[in-house]
């Protein structure tokens, strides 16, 4: 340990770097308007009750809510019911910061939709994925037929090929369809996925061929050898590819910025966090900490829950 | 009756083989008609239109042969397009790699302890680097951002001896990404902060299957020092390794975009010193609908990355020990 001082110094210095937005994004989103403005109150904030400018001026006491509340304040003047309203409406609309990000977190935009849509766009990304790759790499590894070798050679030129570079043409074929502002133009680029056909072919070909045999004894046919025997022994491989997939379209904003336009209903979570960055004044910075803390936090989560699959899993998609 | 017609023997022998490559071809068959629709028939299609001036709504377009790719290589703002794009790819790599490499030892060499920091270094890989880019925005803001705040902590102490700290207190810090001096710098710095844990990985994945024997036996033929042992075992036996390393970060680097389009969603950058390419495939051929001219910057881009592979994969066949 002592010896080894000098490398937890520079490893902390490298954590201190590394962690600095985190720990900013997180305690903003706890902090009131003015404490961002000042830079006070450590990471918590201070928590004193803070009162929301935007709700007081949407409830505003007028002529009818004075005549109606007169009752109340038997023998007082207008001025004195009116200010007794306000301070009414100030007090319903006064919270604790963290609760006011939050809560405007949700509420100024349609963040559980976003989220939604997050979801299923990665989750059918995914599944189309392996419905697609899963035969070919059952083929590729265990069938022998002719011009084999030349669809698995076309499967190693289309690693080379990364498919945001090919961002216009797709967009220019969504577009000439009618697709873009769809679901469909979300997932449609992504549904194959050469580097899942190659992962799977390569770990098909460490299955026994006797397993495969034994099920053609059996009669099955070759889809359902896929789906039968093939899948659950391929369950570890394809985690790890869930894994990777799921954190690279949960995480990506390009696609989306370029074929959901204006379509607010099927905004991703990056797109959602972008447009909350568009409108906001200075007195958003605390909700829109609060949209980022949303959207980073399930695969955080994930991740320090599974680090070891989720790092196997990522680093798969180095050989892409 | 025994004697079996030889041509009736090898039908029944063919038969079942023939049903296999039936199969195979149906089972390969969806994945091989979206590859080639949603990945060869583009790049054609991107080939074809970068000789066109087409834009999208437009009934028809004419050829205009070399025309965009003239443009590319003449006018001043793709100039600032390729200087912008090849400082970042030339910055960030060898930095993300040389620091993922150095994390990658000292973790290493700490054994169980070191696992905490692989975990926090891996962190920015899994973040949306949407929401990190506008936390790194606040964090830079000049007037609420953590970052000049700290930095005039150190007005009125010695540090104020150093020009950059003089300068700051006196006339205010940097806006950082409101100046072309320094806007670029700070892509290529959050570029470096999201993806060095990634190459630190990599790196110790190459570091545990380095045999402990070979340590031994250089530590027999006199390599004493610590530089000695890394020079003469660790080094070379990172090889394939460091290869794919570089070319993946090469490969992101080329593509950065989500920072870029966070920061300065109208155009690059202050005097466009961050219009990379991939910025400029957005801002061409989708926000303008120049296609012709964002055909040819895509294949352009194109070229450079599977040229880029291509020499990766060169190499690990060659099998690179150094």
């Keep these: ?66 005549e109606a509340a007169r009752a109340r304040f038997a023998g007082q003047d207008d001025a004195n019911v009116q200010a007794a309203l306000l301070a009414e409406t100030e007090a319903s609309c006064s919270m604790r910061p963290v609760v006011f990000n939050y809560s405007k977190a949700f509420t100024e935009a349609p963040l559980v939709r976003y989220l939604l849509n997050g979801v299923i766009v990665t989750v059918s990304i995914f599944l189309i994925q392996v419905v697609v790759a899963l035969p070919a790499a059952y083929a590729l590894a265990k069938l022998k037929f002719w011009g084999r070798d030349a669809v698995f050679g076309l ?92 954190v690279a379209h949960w995480n990506d904003y390009f696609w989306p910025r370029i074929v959901v336009t204006g379509n607010r209903d099927l905004f991703t979570p990056p797109l959602g966090l972008r447009e909350f960055k568009g409108d906001g004044d200075g007195s958003f910075f605390g909700p829109m900490m609060a949209t980022a803390t949303v959207i980073v936090t399930p695969l955080i989560v994930a991740f320090l829950l599974a680090q070891r699959r989720f790092i196997e899993g990522i680093t798969l998609s180095g050989m892409k | ?128 680097l949407l929401a990190m880019a506008i936390a790194w925005e606040f964090m830079l803001h000049p007037t609420i951002g953590m970052v000049n705040r700290t930095l005039e902590l150190t007005c009125g102490t010695w540090f104020e001896a150093l020009p950059f700290f003089a300068n700051g207190c006196a006339e205010g810090f940097p806006l950082w990404l409101g100046d072309r001096d320094y806007a670029i710098w700070v892509v290529c710095f959050i570029g470096i902060w999201q993806g060095f844990g990634f190459n630190m990985v990599l790196f110790l994945a190459g570091l545990t299957s380095v045999h402990r024997e070979l340590y031994h036996a250089a530590e027999m033929d006199g390599a004493r020092s610590a530089w000695e042992r890394f020079r003469l075992v660790t080094w070379p036996a990172l090889g394939p390794t460091t290869v794919f390393v570089v070319t993946i970060s090469c490969i992101r680097a080329f593509q950065v975009f989500d920072t870029i389009e966070a920061f300065w969603p109208q155009g690059g950058g202050p005097n466009k010193s961050a219009y990379v390419m991939m910025f400029a495939i957005f801002e061409k051929g989708i926000q303008q609908n120049l296609i012709g001219i964002g055909s040819a910057i895509t294949m352009l881009f194109l070229l450079f990355v599977m040229f880029l592979t291509l020499i990766q994969r060169w190499l690990v066949e060659r099998k690179v020990h150094y």
């Design chain 1, 1 to 66: 340990m002592t010896r080894d001082w000098w490398k937890h110094m520079v490893l902390i210095l490298g954590t201190i770097i590394v962690l600095a937005p985190f720990y900013m994004m997180v305690s903003y989103s706890f902090k009131s308007p003015g404490e961002i403005d000042r830079g006070e109150g450590g990471f918590f904030g201070r928590q004193e009750m803070m009162i929301d400018p935007r709700c007081v001026a949407l409830r505003q006491p007028d002529r009818a809510d004075i």
């Design chain 1, 155 to 246: 499967v190693l030129f289309c690693l080379l090929i990364p498919v945001h570079a090919i961002a216009l043409p797709l967009y220019i074929g969504l577009a000439k369809l009618g697709l873009t502002n769809t679901y469909a133009a979300l997932v449609v680029p992504w549904t194959i996925s050469v580097f899942g056909i190659f992962l799977m072919r390569q770990f098909f070909m460490t299955v026994p061929d006797d397993l495969i045999d034994a099920a053609r004894m059996d009669g099955m046919s070759e889809l359902a050898i896929v789906w039968r025997v093939m899948l659950p022994t391929a369950v570890p491989a394809l985690l790890a590819f869930a894994i990777f997939s799921v």
């Design chain 2, 1 to 128: 009756m025994a004697v079996v017609d030889p041509s009736v023997a090898s039908i029944v022998k063919a038969k079942p083989d023939n049903r296999r490559a039936r199969a195979g071809w149906g089972l390969v068959a969806p994945a091989l008609t979206l590859m080639a629709l949603i990945l060869l028939v583009p790049i054609i299609v991107a080939c074809v239109l970068s000789f066109t001036n087409y834009s999208l709504g437009n009934p028809g377009f004419d050829w205009v042969g070399v025309q965009n790719y003239e443009r590319l290589f003449t006018r001043s703002s793709y100039e600032k397009m390729f200087i912008a794009t090849f400082t970042y790819v030339v910055t960030v790599v060898p930095i993300s790699v040389g620091l993922g490499l150095g994390a990658a030892l000292l973790v290493h060499s700490l054994g169980r302890i070191g696992e905490v920091y692989k975990t926090i270094y891996f962190l920015p890989v899994m973040a949306t």
